[in-house]
């Protein structure tokens, strides 16, 4: 990237909040942004210059695109013909419809859920697992159907025997079922955190018991209990490793490996199977490690956010990094903050909103509020970024309404589009929603030839 291209993202930025008239220095609480180096890089980044400007600036690399990138650097670990393959079966069905119907009559003779063959999408976050799990469901289908086009085709058909000897190898079908155990745990973080409401108060939790999830299948689980995140040592062998033999890989993986008979796998051989499998488990808790740093400050400090749930306010000691974070006096800050846990002491089973509106409401004998600190504190936690999901659901948004073919739209028009459906949305209803201040921007006289 260009050193233009930094100062323009980091211009516009300032410009938006100009033109809101929104001081800018004050109100800019958090920054997240996927780990493109021209927006989270070390030197020249757009995240470096706001942070040189706020130096209070909560930057946070989106956590969805941080585990996507785990798992792709994790994969390197284990065979490259696994993921060549899944993609492979794909191509070879894809643009024949005689091919498909083959398959799909096979699917019917063999009483096997007609299905089709899923896209590798490298850039789709979630599309590994749904590959594997479809190609696991149609697996015997699949040999089935690779004998029948070697065997029926005059021919040679290098494609189709490549396929079908990868998939015979005795090794394929447990290793994707060992990825579809491990993707689920991480799949399922993903998609919780590319939800639209507030999640950072629970980023900090939900990422340590996936961490853990992960080394535990290859470290003793008591072991594991023990510690906090930081303070594991995964990827240096100890004690307290599991022998090689009892490295965990999903209950159903496990099943397949020990089915194996000794001529066809060895136990030499599967205990290999299972290091590798370990290799792939270090490797993404590195990742994950290095993507959500565990050790450091910024990441410390999310531990404390989750006292925003009431159940949770009497078990967080105190919110120091909190008020480090937002620049607000310590010490008054824990004063306020023991104050508030002695008054809620039995009284904290409400819903957060409810609670924090009951904080922000009382008053002291002087008429002052009781409590002047903490609801502003909560309202900025409320504001952090923990992702840039909603960012990439607009820029597909803009994508689809913004076309080839309606390449004139103006941008005011296109705002117009994109907050009715927002409003729609949210109101579950067209007759709940007021359009009468849209109309204007949706006027066709937008798309008139100048």
């Given at each position: 990237m260009t050193d233009a291209t930094h100062k323009g993202l980091?211009?516009?930025?300032?410009?938006?909040?100009?033109?809101?008239?929104?001081?800018?220095?004050?109100?800019?609480?958090?920054?997240?942004?996927?780990?493109?180096?021209?927006?989270?890089?070390?030197?020249?980044?757009?995240?470096?210059?706001?942070?040189?400007?706020?130096?209070?600036?909560?930057?946070?690399?989106?956590?969805?695109?941080?585990?996507?990138?785990?798992?792709?650097?994790?994969?390197?670990?284990?065979?490259?013909?696994?993921?060549?393959?899944?993609?492979?079966?794909?191509?070879?069905?894809?643009?024949?419809?005689?091919?498909?119907?083959a398959l799909n009559n096979l699917q019917v003779i063999l009483d096997i859920p007609e299905h089709r063959l899923l896209k590798l999408h490298k850039i789709r976050w979630l599309s590994?697992?749904?590959?594997?799990?479809?190609?696991?469901?149609?697996?015997?289908?699949?040999?089935t159907y690779f004998e029948y086009e070697i065997k029926n085709n005059k021919k040679e058909n290098e494609s189709a025997s490549k396929i079908l000897n990868n998939l015979k190898n005795p090794y394929t079908l447990i290793y994707y079922e060992f990825l579809s155990h491990v993707l689920h745990l991480v799949n399922g973080r993903n998609a919780e955190f590319q939800a639209e409401d507030t999640k950072i108060h629970l980023l900090h939790t939900k990422m340590e018991t996936l961490f853990k999830s992960i080394i535990e299948m290859y470290i003793d689980e008591n072991h594991v209990d023990m510690y906090d995140a930081e303070s594991i040592n995964f990827n240096e062998m100890t004690a307290d490793w599991?022998?090689?033999?009892?490295?965990?890989?999903?209950?159903?993986?496990?099943?397949?490996?020990?089915?194996?008979?000794?001529?066809?796998?060895?136990?030499?051989?599967?205990?290999?199977?299972?290091?590798?499998?370990?290799?792939?488990?270090?490797?993404?808790?590195?990742?994950?490690?290095?993507?959500?740093?565990?050790?450091?400050?910024?990441i410390k400090m999310l531990r404390e956010l989750a006292f925003i749930q009431p159940e949770n306010l009497k078990n967080t000691a105190d919110i120091t990094e909190v008020a480090h974070q937002f620049g607000y006096d310590v010490t008054l800050v824990h004063t306020e903050f023991k104050k508030l846990k002695r008054f809620f002491k039995s009284n904290t089973e409400m819903r957060a909103n409810v609670f924090w509106s009951?904080?922000?409401?009382?008053?002291?004998?002087?008429?002052?509020?009781?409590?002047?600190?903490?609801?502003?504190?909560?309202?900025?936690?409320?504001?952090?970024?923990?992702?840039?999901?909603?960012c990439e659901r607009v820029f597909s948004s803009v994508n689809l309404n913004k076309t080839k073919t309606r390449n004139r739209m103006e941008t005011r028009s296109l705002c117009g589009i994109l907050r009715s459906k927002s409003l729609i949305r949210k109101k579950k209803s067209v007759f709940q929603v007021n359009f009468k201040p849209m109309l204007k921007m949706l006027s066709s006289a937008k798309y008139e030839f100048n």
């Amino acid at each position: 990237m260009t050193d233009a291209t930094h100062k323009g993202l980091y211009t516009l930025i300032k410009n938006f909040f100009n033109t809101h008239k929104i001081p800018y220095r004050e109100n800019l609480v958090g920054f997240a942004s996927d780990a493109a180096s021209v927006m989270m890089g070390k030197e020249n980044s757009v995240s470096v210059k706001l942070k040189a400007d706020c130096p209070q600036l909560f930057v946070m690399k989106c956590i969805c695109h941080s585990l996507a990138r785990a798992v792709t650097h994790a994969l390197k670990k284990l065979p490259s013909y696994l993921e060549e393959t899944a993609s492979a079966i794909y191509c070879y069905l894809r643009y024949s419809s005689k091919r498909q119907q083959a398959l799909n009559n096979l699917q019917v003779i063999l009483d096997i859920p007609e299905h089709r063959l899923l896209k590798l999408h490298k850039i789709r976050w979630l599309s590994l697992e749904c590959v594997i799990k479809r190609i696991i469901e149609q697996y015997s289908t699949l040999i089935t159907y690779f004998e029948y086009e070697i065997k029926n085709n005059k021919k040679e058909n290098e494609s189709a025997s490549k396929i079908l000897n990868n998939l015979k190898n005795p090794y394929t079908l447990i290793y994707y079922e060992f990825l579809s155990h491990v993707l689920h745990l991480v799949n399922g973080r993903n998609a919780e955190f590319q939800a639209e409401d507030t999640k950072i108060h629970l980023l900090h939790t939900k990422m340590e018991t996936l961490f853990k999830s992960i080394i535990e299948m290859y470290i003793d689980e008591n072991h594991v209990d023990m510690y906090d995140a930081e303070s594991i040592n995964f990827n240096e062998m100890t004690a307290d490793w599991l022998p090689k033999s009892n490295i965990q890989i999903g209950p159903t993986a496990k099943a397949e490996l020990n089915s194996l008979s000794p001529a066809t796998a060895s136990a030499e051989d599967k205990l290999k199977f299972r290091v590798v499998c370990r290799d792939f488990l270090i490797e993404l808790a590195t990742q994950i490690d290095m993507r959500f740093p565990f050790k450091t400050r910024g990441i410390k400090m999310l531990r404390e956010l989750a006292f925003i749930q009431p159940e949770n306010l009497k078990n967080t000691a105190d919110i120091t990094e909190v008020a480090h974070q937002f620049g607000y006096d310590v010490t008054l800050v824990h004063t306020e903050f023991k104050k508030l846990k002695r008054f809620f002491k039995s009284n904290t089973e409400m819903r957060a909103n409810v609670f924090w509106s009951k904080v922000e409401s009382l008053k002291d004998a002087n008429g002052e509020p009781e409590f002047p600190l903490m609801p502003q504190i909560v309202r900025k936690i409320k504001l952090l970024p923990h992702a840039s999901a909603n960012c990439e659901r607009v820029f597909s948004s803009v994508n689809l309404n913004k076309t080839k073919t309606r390449n004139r739209m103006e941008t005011r028009s296109l705002c117009g589009i994109l907050r009715s459906k927002s409003l729609i949305r949210k109101k579950k209803s067209v007759f709940q929603v007021n359009f009468k201040p849209m109309l204007k921007m949706l006027s066709s006289a937008k798309y008139e030839f100048n």
